[in-house]
Antibody, heavy 118, light 107 residues
């Protein structure tokens, strides 16, 4: 079964750093782009960026460039989203999702990680 | 950025109703348009890709149409499990973007 498992909920203070994870299983991790999507409380979905684990090519949406870092560790089939200095406005649900090259859609999603900054 | 505008932002409908949601792109995106269903407390689910292709396992009451800048998601006969928020997403540009969402509620 193809699956993405995300790390658990986080409660942090403004200014703290954070790295959340997304572990893939059931497919060749290196061969599929992994995207990160934000949903702020009561709001819609926002595309943050995407990374190709095969060569760590990461691309960020303009709104998120410089605000977060996306990375992967192929040896453990895991993608990461990290912040160096959290703000209250980073409070949100964060989803990772696999992009299917056939459809260009996000066909497998993780359950989400809730990040609360307060 | 390519802006994606969905309408309506919410609608009320009854089980069995035919429902249509529209999505307009701020520039030409060919058929690089996906639709997702999102229920509270769950991960979003891909319904339609490439504007009109149904993802495997998605019921045939869902259909997508359109090309260029104007797209539509139609649910032919709404079922109880279809009450959710629906998002369009363009995958034409290097910076994919989502529409604002359409919440489908029970009348």
């Amino acid at each position: 079964e193809v699956k993405l498992v995300q790390s658990g909920a986080e409660v942090k203070k403004p200014g703290e750093s954070l790295k959340i994870s997304c572990e893939a299983s059931g497919y060749t991790f290196a061969s599929y782009w992994i995207a990160w999507v934000r949903q702020m409380p009561g709001k819609g979905l926002e595309w943050m960026g995407i990374i190709y684990p095969g060569d760590s090519d990461a691309r960020y949406s303009p709104s998120f460039r410089g605000q977060v870092t996306i990375s992967t560790d192929k040896s453990i089939s895991t993608a990461y989203l990290q912040w160096s200095s959290l703000k209250a406005s980073d409070t949100a649900m964060y989803y990772c999702a696999r992009r299917d090259p056939r459809s260009n859609g996000l066909d497998v999603w993780g359950p989400g990680t809730t990040v609360t900054v307060s | 950025d390519i802006q994606m505008t969905q309408s309506p932002s919410s609608l009320s409908a009854s089980v069995g109703d035919r429902v249509s949601i529209t999505c307009r792109a701020s520039q030409y995106i060919s058929t690089y348009l996906n639709w997702y269903q999102h229920k509270p407390g769950r991960a979003p689910k891909l319904l339609v890709f490439a504007a009109s292709s149904l993802q495997t396992g998605v019921p045939s009451r869902f259909s997508g149409s359109g090309s260029g800048t104007d797209f539509t998601l139609t649910i032919s006969a709404l079922q109880a499990e279809d009450f959710a928020t629906y998002y369009c997403q363009q995958s034409y540009s290097n910076f994919p973007t989502f529409g604002g969402g359409t919440k489908v509620e029970i009348k």
